[in-house]
Structures are given as C-alpha cells and as structure tokens.
Nanobody, 128 residues
Framework: QGQLVESGGGLVQPGGSLRLSCVAS????????TGWFRQAPGKEHEGVSC????????YYKESVLGRFTISRDNANNTVYLQMNDLKPEDTAVYYC?????????????????????WGQGTLVTVSS
C-alpha cells in the first residue's frame, strides 16, 4: 500500500521561507499527478498546488502564485513545495497527495476523500 510522508514544516516569521518535502513509498510518484493541499485552523481543506506527471504548467492557488513553487524528483520519489514570502494566512497543516489528474486540487469544495493517497501532514506556522 502506498504511503506519503511530509516533512519540513515549522515556525517562520512573515516574509520567511520554508521547503516542504514529501517522500513516497510503495508506489512510483512519477506515475501520478502530485500536489499539496492545506487546512488552516477552523477552515476547510483547500488545494494549494498540483504538478501533472506529463508536460504542462503546474496549478497554483491564486493567493500563493508567485510565492510557492512545486517540483518533483522522480529519482528520489519525492515532491517538494518551496514557499517564499510566507504570510500569516499561510499558517496551516500542509498535506501532499497523489492522484490521477489535478482536478481535486483545483475544485471547490476540496474533496480529500477523492484522492488516491495523502500523507499525515506537516504544520506550518507563520508568526512574528
């Protein structure tokens, strides 16, 4: 059974940066479309970014466009989310996920149960 494990979360000041990592085991990450979603305190899940397994531009939620960058290292079965210029409203538990297509990440409401597999999450807190 496939598994995803995130790391890299933590406490950072506004304007700071973090890089989240997500390692897959039990399946080949490159065979899927992979992405990140998050859940802020008291709010619903929302898609943040998704990277297709074939050619094409990544999807980014509008509020993170230009600040976050998703990438994938197929050799190490890992997907990353580089987060720059972090804002307090980015505070959330961040999850990585793999699915067939990026539709779940771009849809509202976000349907976590529709994903093939997702990780346990890593907490990002942006505060001074």
């Amino acid at each position: 059974q496939g598994q995803l494990v995130e790391s890299g979360g933590g406490l950072v000041q506004p304007g700071g940066s973090l890089r989240l990592s997500c390692v897959a085991s039990g399946f080949t990450l490159g065979d899927y479309d992979t992405g990140w979603f998050r859940q802020a305190p008291g709010k619903e899940h929302e898609g943040v970014s998704c990277l297709g397994n074939s050619v094409g531009s990544p999807y980014y939620k509008e509020s993170v466009l230009g600040r976050f960058t998703i990438s994938r290292d197929n050799a190490n079965n890992t997907v990353y989310l580089q987060m720059n210029d972090l804002k307090p409203e980015d505070t959330a538990v961040y999850y990585c996920a793999a699915d067939i297509g990026c539709g779940v990440f771009t849809s509202t409401p976000f349907r976590k149960g529709a994903l093939e597999v997702w990780g346990q999450g890593t907490l990002v807190t942006v505060s001074s």
